[in-house]
């Protein structure tokens, strides 16, 4: 049985792991775009000098040789031919039994700097992004971010304390909208303007001027202000890697469509990642590889973990992380606990956890995502949810065996 799979991110080497564990002997062939094996949520510490590209790798020197994988770098996919089973790249192609796409996505382009067709203005999705903007940066003194999301932010940092003017332009009243309430996430806002970066939110870009060498000079802000800029990075979000999908038959709608078993429409063809428009995070994504992969070595396996945790944050020190909900609705209730070393919000909704943000301290994250997926009702147990711990939930049986008893 020959297995293939397309992208060397988290699901497709997640996939590759699984498969060899359980067919020792099948041919497994990856084939990516990139030339490196690195992890996107490091690409910011490649940019600082904080990691060579060594340093962003998640597996062995000899990870392919050991596992008996073959693997075909530094090579675009151009066609999936589901008919003949064969996936096509520059002047090649390859068959497949089975095959696992697990392509990623690239970064969202603005159309108004995207018609310029500007050499300065550059995504942050992967490592040749990250090296391009590197090697811009050598002589780029004043640095427009376009988004103030994880990607956004990740590229500010990594230029932070140094002598480059940052701006960081967003849509959204605060920054990480997504990820964190306005409390939290204005610690980082408020590091971030200390290490030299300035934030215009709330407006976003109409304009921008393009000199002779095609390159940006400056964005306008709807708000009429205009910033100079010799380099501009772009980050406002991801769309899933399928251009090279037309005309396969295999079905997409803001990602590939996958059923529960992550299998698209045509027989022995499976999705993971990025790529399905599924929980991008990296847990999830190396969960999904897994799945395919069992799948695709006949042990048939559900998807079942669409719960999202909210990646973790890091930056100066100072660890984040949420869970489900960041600000209550109507019907919802919020309980606070804040000093000088953390920062707790729950949400809950009749007695049930479906939102958690924790700030400089973050552990025993475990213990909230197991309420907030089981929909367990703590009101029952009439002390603070803050003092919870899951001793209150199970209780230890004659046989030493534990039974949940919540």
Same mark, same amino acid.
């Given at each position: 049985?020959?297995?293939?799979?397309?992208?060397?991110?988290a699901a497709g /080497?997640?996939?590759a792991?699984?498969?060899? $564990?359980?067919k020792?002997? +099948?041919? /497994?062939?990856? /084939?990516?775009?990139?030339d490196?094996?690195?992890?996107?949520?490091?690409?910011h510490? !490649?940019i600082s000098?904080?990691? +060579?590209?060594k340093?962003?790798?998640?597996?062995?020197? #000899?990870?392919?040789?050991?596992?008996? =994988?073959?693997?075909i770098?530094g090579k &675009?996919?151009?066609?999936?031919?589901?008919?003949?089973?064969?996936? $096509?790249?520059?002047?090649?192609?390859?068959?497949?039994?089975?095959?696992l796409?697990?392509?990623?996505? #690239?970064?969202?382009?603005?159309?108004l700097?995207?018609s310029?067709?500007a050499?300065n203005?550059?995504?942050?999705?992967?490592?040749? @992004?990250a090296k391009?903007?590197k090697?811009r940066?050598?002589?780029?003194n004043d /640095?427009v971010?376009?988004?103030a999301?994880?990607v956004?932010? @990740?590229?500010?940092y990594?230029?932070?304390d140094?002598?480059?003017?940052i701006?960081?332009?967003?849509?959204s009243?605060?920054?990480?909208?997504?990820?964190l309430?306005?409390y *939290?996430?204005g610690? %980082?806002?408020?590091?971030l303007?200390? *290490?030299g970066?300035?934030?215009y939110?709330g407006?976003?870009?109409?304009?921008?001027?393009?000199d002779?060498?095609s390159n940006?000079t400056?964005?306008?802000?709807?708000?009429g202000?205009k910033l100079?800029? #010799?380099?501009?990075?772009?980050?406002i979000?991801?769309?899933?890697t399928?251009?090279f999908?037309?005309d396969?038959g295999?079905?997409c709608n803001?990602?590939?469509?996958?059923?529960?078993h992550? *299998?698209?429409?045509?027989?022995? =063809?499976?999705?993971?990642g990025?790529?399905t428009?599924l929980?991008?995070i990296?847990p999830?994504a190396v969960?999904?590889?897994?799945?395919? *992969?069992?799948?695709?070595c006949?042990?048939?396996t559900?998807?079942?973990d669409?719960?999202?945790?909210?990646n973790?944050i890091? %930056?100066?020190?100072?660890?984040?992380l949420?869970?489900? &909900?960041t600000?209550?609705?109507?019907?919802?209730?919020a309980e606070?606990?804040? +000093? &000088?070393?953390?920062y707790?919000?729950?949400?809950?909704?009749d007695g049930?956890?479906?939102?958690?943000i924790?700030?400089g301290?973050?552990a025993?994250?475990?213990?909230?995502?197991?309420?907030?997926k089981?929909?367990i009702d703590?009101? &029952?147990?009439n002390k603070s949810?803050? #003092?919870l711990?899951?001793a +209150?939930? !199970?209780?230890?049986?004659?046989?030493?065996? !534990?039974?949940?008893v %919540?």
């Amino acid at each position: 049985m020959k297995h293939v799979i397309i992208g060397a991110g988290a699901a497709g /080497i997640s996939a590759a792991k699984t498969i060899r $564990n359980l067919k020792s002997t +099948d041919e /497994i062939v990856i /084939i990516s775009s990139d030339d490196a094996v690195h992890s996107r949520c490091m690409l910011h510490n !490649y940019i600082s000098g904080e990691r +060579d590209e060594k340093g962003l790798s998640f597996v062995s020197d #000899d990870f392919f040789a050991k596992n008996n =994988i073959r693997w075909i770098s530094g090579k &675009k996919v151009t066609k999936v031919d589901t008919d003949k089973k064969l996936v $096509n790249f520059a002047d090649s192609s390859e068959s497949f039994d089975t095959l696992l796409i697990a392509s990623g996505s #690239d970064s969202f382009e603005l159309p108004l700097l995207q018609s310029h067709n500007a050499k300065n203005v550059f995504g942050l999705r992967h490592l040749s @992004d990250a090296k391009a903007i590197k090697e811009r940066a050598k002589n780029a003194n004043d /640095i427009v971010i376009i988004g103030a999301g994880l990607v956004g932010l @990740d590229a500010a940092y990594a230029f932070a304390d140094t002598d480059k003017k940052i701006t960081v332009v967003d849509m959204s009243d605060s920054i990480l909208s997504l990820n964190l309430d306005t409390y *939290a996430s204005g610690v %980082y806002q408020q590091k971030l303007e200390e *290490a030299g970066c300035t934030f215009y939110l709330g407006c976003k870009v109409n304009d921008a001027t393009c000199d002779a060498n095609s390159n940006i000079t400056a964005v306008m802000l709807d708000s009429g202000k205009k910033l100079s800029c #010799d380099m501009v990075i772009v980050a406002i979000g991801s769309t899933p890697t399928v251009k090279f999908l037309a005309d396969s038959g295999i079905v997409c709608n803001n990602g590939i469509t996958v059923n529960n078993h992550l *299998a698209t429409n045509i027989a022995n =063809i499976y999705a993971a990642g990025d790529v399905t428009g599924l929980s991008g995070i990296w847990p999830n994504a190396v969960n999904q590889g897994e799945v395919a *992969a069992k799948n695709m070595c006949g042990v048939p396996t559900v998807y079942d973990d669409v719960f999202a945790l909210k990646n973790t944050i890091n %930056y100066f020190g100072v660890p984040s992380l949420s869970l489900g &909900k960041t600000e209550p609705c109507e019907g919802e209730i919020a309980e606070i606990c804040l +000093d &000088k070393t953390k920062y707790e919000k729950i949400i809950m909704r009749d007695g049930i956890v479906v939102g958690v943000i924790l700030q400089g301290c973050i552990a025993h994250s475990g213990f909230w995502q197991f309420l907030i997926k089981n929909k367990i009702d703590v009101s &029952k147990l009439n002390k603070s949810v803050f #003092d919870l711990t899951f001793a +209150d939930f !199970y209780g230890i049986q004659a046989n030493g065996e !534990y039974e949940w008893v %919540y």
